[in-house]
């Protein structure tokens, strides 16, 4: 095995979950802010794949209810290619389905916060409570992928697709 993260890519985000050498587990490891330029995601990926030697990438593929890949996996798989492009070292890149991952997530966090007096969260609560969903949910997606490793059941219904 080798130190991998898991990705857990949004509009807004990228929740980064991590499983390093030998682990068993993921863990949420942190939540970056999308940069306004794919170099600026880039770079942030850069540093950490070389902080934690990162040899394997488990991307979340948002697939629709029904299983078939829409707009946003066109766009997932897009952005991984221009990614995986721009690397200065040789990572192994898996998509795993993410279906339902942020709803576990959140069910895992349980519910946000409320705000002072028990009024409505502050902005900046929900924002903290979605950057944390997003790395959860990066961890489901991570476990997912190391989970079925582990079994090397290839029948099972959330196959891991392998590219490098």
């Given at each position: 095995m080798s130190a991998s993260l898991g990705i857990d890519l949004g509009e807004r985000r990228i929740g980064i979950a991590l499983a390093e050498d030998g682990a068993l587990s993921a863990r949420p490891l942190t939540t970056l802010k999308r940069g306004r330029t794919l170099d600026a995601d880039l770079a942030a990926l850069r540093l950490l794949i070389?902080?934690?030697?990162?040899?394997?990438?488990?991307?979340?593929?948002p697939l629709e209810a029904a299983g078939q890949e829409g707009t946003q996996a066109v766009r997932t798989r897009s952005w991984v290619d221009a990614v995986a492009a721009g690397l200065d070292r040789e990572v192994s890149i898996?998509?795993?389905?993410e279906r339902l991952s942020s709803?576990?997530?959140?069910?895992?966090?349980?519910?946000m916060r409320r705000g002072r007096s028990g009024g409505p969260p502050t902005k900046h609560q929900r924002d903290a409570y979605r950057a944390r969903v997003d790395r959860e949910a990066a961890a489901i997606i991570l476990q997912d992928?190391?989970?079925?490793?582990?079994?090397?059941?290839?029948?099972?219904?959330?196959?891991?697709?392998?590219?490098?």
């Open positions: 070389d902080t934690h030697d990162i040899t394997a990438l488990v991307i979340g593929l898996a998509y795993r389905d709803h576990v997530a959140e069910q895992r966090l349980g519910p992928a190391l989970d079925a490793q582990l079994l090397h059941d290839p029948t099972t219904p959330s196959t891991m697709e392998t590219t490098s």
